[in-house]
């Protein structure tokens, strides 16, 4: 009988198998596995019954805990109802590179760790604004995207070829006549704040020339294109393929921005002349863009360090450009302080400067090095910049009014960073999993990433045991497949605002609109805005 019994069992199992449908739900969700109280043999683990005793706090013992919070939430909820449909007279845009949803999660985690929080139950400033939304992030033809086509999407409204800036999809990689093509531009948000009378410009810890800060002034073929010597190094010609750092200093928008901070000074010096920094320009037509631009702007100031960036009378300057080391800015974590500025203290000086406007003002902040610190498999240093970059944003909200000022968080594209495995609560989130183990019997990283540098396996493609190596903030994470970077990823991303028509964030996106949104509760633009007689959204 028990024979018969066995039979079939079997062959249902087969039946099930050549149907295709799930055999057995607890294969991938054991109640045993979840709670860390899978039994193991000594064979396949370092140490006894991991996870037995997985923490829970005392006072979420009491159901009445989640019920209030519950409430508090819902009250919340309510309370957006009270529309802000006031015209926003200044907008202030952080981009997070390559803050994917799971970045901002792990975020949260790690700022709560920090304040010796369990972490889970902590939130990022931006994640309290009253609206939210998501972003879709391919660009014209790429499936997954780059910074250089959401640029053209998040500030000039419409999407683009990846690799590109500022053009529409006619122009292709690399194409420079049909770049410089004026037929072929599109302008950004930068640009119609500029006609409606308002102060602009933008902040990034990468460099003036990057993609992301590009798009509020640039229109090349090639994200690359920045500098004369970056230009013939693709084999175009610099005398009729205009590079980005010269599109910056002489051409509109760019001319006309009252701030301009971040990294790149080699971009717009001679190869014979040393920057502040210590180190020699990349230019080979002789051009020095910083002593044009400061001719071109008297009443501004060119600042190279931090201790220049606190000491200017931002009530006596009409511009500011602030160029902080030869290329990129260094990682807050591991720059000099005494020389580099936060992404808080550029963000600081710079609406001190841009509230001096009476017509209010459009400025773009990018937390640039997010993304850096993902393509280096770093996810440490990453959540630590999304941290530098989440106090920005506390700084701006507190320096400003949400009722006359929209501030809209969001990200260009995603990265491959995953959170794994069952680990439990308030386990460190950048730590190994202090409650499972793979199948060979090690600890595995709660963070991890699909592609990157280091699979951390050994010359027979054997996992070593990651408890003997010592981590810190450089630390590089684990990955699954063998790149030199690690890559972006296609999936959604965040929107949050605060401030005038922030109820405009809602649902999920096409990153183009984003733009148009602004445009609307600033009437700026050349589509619909809040102050149409007949308003039409």
Excluded at 80 to 99: E, R, T
Excluded at 169 to 180: D, I, K, L, Q, T
Excluded at 352 to 377: C, P, V
Aim: charged share 20%.
């Amino acid at each position: 009988m028990a024979k018969y019994a066995l039979n079939i069992l079997v062959l249902s199992l087969v039946l099930s198998l050549g149907s295709g449908r799930i055999v057995d739900d607890i294969s991938f969700h054991n109640p045993q596995h979840l709670a860390g109280q899978l039994p193991r043999n000594r064979a396949n683990m370092v140490v006894d019954q991991l996870g037995v005793n997985k923490r829970t706090l005392d006072e979420e013992r009491d159901p009445e805990f989640w019920r209030t919070l519950a409430r508090d939430e819902l009250l919340k909820t309510v309370e957006k109802q009270k529309l802000n449909v006031n015209k926003a007279k200044n907008i202030i845009m952080f981009l997070g590179d390559g803050m994917s949803l799971s970045t901002v999660t792990a975020a949260r985690i790690l700022k709560g760790q920090r304040q010796n929080h369990t972490g889970e139950e902590d939130g990022l400033s931006f994640e309290k604004f009253p609206h939210m939304a998501l972003s879709r992030t391919y660009c014209a033809n790429a499936q997954v995207p780059d910074s250089a086509c959401t640029a053209t999407a998040y500030l000039c409204g419409i999407k683009a070829n990846i690799v590109t800036i500022g053009v529409t999809a006619n122009v292709e990689y690399n194409n420079c006549s049909a770049s410089m093509d004026p037929a072929n531009h599109v302008s950004s948000i930068a640009a119609w704040a500029q006609k409606a009378g308002k102060s602009t410009g933008f902040i990034t810890t990468t460099t003036l020339t990057h993609a992301s800060p590009a798009g509020t002034y640039a229109h090349v073929a090639n994200r690359l294109y920045e500098s004369d010597t970056d230009v013939k190094s693709y084999g175009q010609d610099p005398a009729t393929c205009v590079d980005m750092a010269q599109q910056l200093v002489n051409d509109e928008p760019g001319r006309n921005f009252n701030i301009m901070m971040g990294g790149g000074m080699a971009k717009f010096l001679p190869k014979t002349v040393k920057d502040f920094h210590g180190n020699y320009g990349i230019r080979e037509d002789g051009r020095n863009l910083l002593s044009k631009w400061q001719g071109m702007h008297p009443g501004g100031v060119l600042v190279s360090n931090r201790e220049q960036l606190l000491s200017v009378n931002t009530t006596k300057v009409s511009h500011i450009m602030g160029i902080f080391n030869t290329n990129s800015m260094n990682y807050h974590a591991v720059a000099d302080k005494s020389k580099q500025p936060s992404l808080s203290e550029m963000t600081e000086t710079a609406l001190k400067l841009l509230q001096r406007n009476e017509k209010g003002y459009f400025i773009f902040i990018e937390g640039g090095n997010i993304d850096t610190a993902h393509h280096e498999n770093k996810a440490a240093m990453s959540l630590d910049e999304t941290l530098e970059f989440e106090k920005a944003i506390q700084l701006a909200r507190d320096m400003t009014d949400p009722q006359d000022t929209l501030i809209v968080v969001t990200s260009d594209h995603g990265h491959g960073l995953t959170i794994n495995g069952y680990p439990g609560r308030g386990s460190s989130i950048l730590g190994l999993n202090p409650n499972d183990l793979g199948s060979d019997g090690l600890k595995y990283s709660t963070l991890m990433y699909p592609l990157g540098h280091d699979q951390f396996a050994d010359e027979n493609g054997k996992r070593v045991d990651l408890e003997k190596i010592p981590r810190n903030i450089e630390t590089i994470y684990p990955s699954f497949i063998k790149s030199n970077a690690g890559h972006h990823s296609g999936e959604d991303v965040g929107i949050f605002a605060s401030g005038p028509f922030d109820h405009l964030f809602t649902g999920v996106l096409q990153q183009n609109t984003i733009p148009h949104l602004m445009a609307y509760a600033a009437c700026i633009g050349d589509g619909p805005t809040m102050c149409d007689a007949n308003q039409k959204v």
